[in-house]
Nanobody, 130 residues
Framework: QAQLSESGGGSVQPGGSLKLTCEAS?????????MAWFRQVPGREREGLAA???????????SSVKDRFTISHISQGPSRWVVYLQMHNLKVEDTAMYYC???????????????????WGRGTQVTVSS
């Protein structure tokens, strides 16, 4: 199991930027092999945005955010990570609760499928409005 905590959400005008932070720790290194950001609005399924393999830093993005969002990570020690989601040119439709997720995946597993992750944070709200 991994413990995840998100921060950095808030309100921003269209075209603005936000940087979300996820602090993660786990007993076993494998539980944070892959980390990802998802978002969800009420009544809709959780949407995968970006994922990162903490071993090499390889990244995956949803096409809807590829040119505007960047996922990155730093190590804070054995099985302790901070994962960021830098978001630029935010749009009203980016308004959602944003979640950090982690799990031990295979390279062949879908990285942006919420069903692949069993460890989740509580989320941080992002609101984009004028």
């Amino acid at each position: 199991q991994a413990q995840l905590s998100e921060s950095g959400g808030g309100s921003v005008q269209p075209g603005g930027s936000l940087k979300l932070t996820c602090e993660a720790s786990s007993r076993y290194r494998a539980d944070t092999n892959f980390m990802a950001w998802f978002r969800q609005v009420p009544g809709r399924e959780r949407e995968g945005l970006a994922a990162i393999y903490t071993g090499s830093g390889r990244t995956w993005y949803a096409s809807s955010v590829k040119d505007r969002f960047t996922i990155s990570h730093i190590s804070q020690g054995p099985s302790r990570w901070v994962v960021y989601l830098q978001m630029h040119n935010l749009k009203v439709e980016d308004t959602a609760m944003y979640y950090c997720a982690a799990d031990s995946l295979e390279m062949t597993d879908p990285k942006l499928n919420a069903d692949e992750y069993s460890n989740w944070g509580r989320g941080t709200q992002v609101t984009v409005s004028s």
